[in-house]
């Protein structure tokens, strides 16, 4: 079955840097994109960073261009996002989502998620 596992959430002073990482199996990996989402207390849902099946095309959120990174390395199936010059409205529960169907936009599955918390 599809397996999303994030990791490196933590506890970050404003202005630090975390990278988060998902491991995904079950499925193959390079045919999907995937997105990174995110969910602060007492928000909704999201969307925060998108790459395609290739890794070539990239897509943000306005609030996190400039800071965030995302990558994938489709020879581990890992997705990667890197967050720099963090700030307090960062704070959220982020997860990792791969798209509904092959070569095909749309959330489908759900990591459990890794906590950030940016507070000094």
């Known amino acids: 079955q599809v397996q999303l596992v994030e990791s490196g959430g933590g506890l970050v002073q404003p202005g630090g840097s975390l990278r988060l990482s998902c491991v995904a199996s079950g499925f193959t990996f390079s045919t999907f994109w995937m997105y990174w989402a995110r969910q602060a207390p007492g928000k909704g849902l999201e969307w925060v960073s998108a790459v395609n099946t290739e890794g070539d095309n990239t897509y943000y959120v306005d609030s996190v261009k400039g800071r965030f990174t995302v990558s994938r390395d489709n020879a581990k199936n890992t997705v990667t996002l890197y967050m720099n010059s963090l700030k307090s409205e960062d704070t959220a529960l982020y997860y990792c989502?791969?798209?509904?169907?092959?070569?095909?936009?749309?959330?489908?599955?759900w990591g459990q998620g890794t906590q950030v918390t940016v507070s000094s």
């Open positions: 989502v791969r798209a509904n169907s092959p070569y095909t936009r749309g959330f489908g599955s």
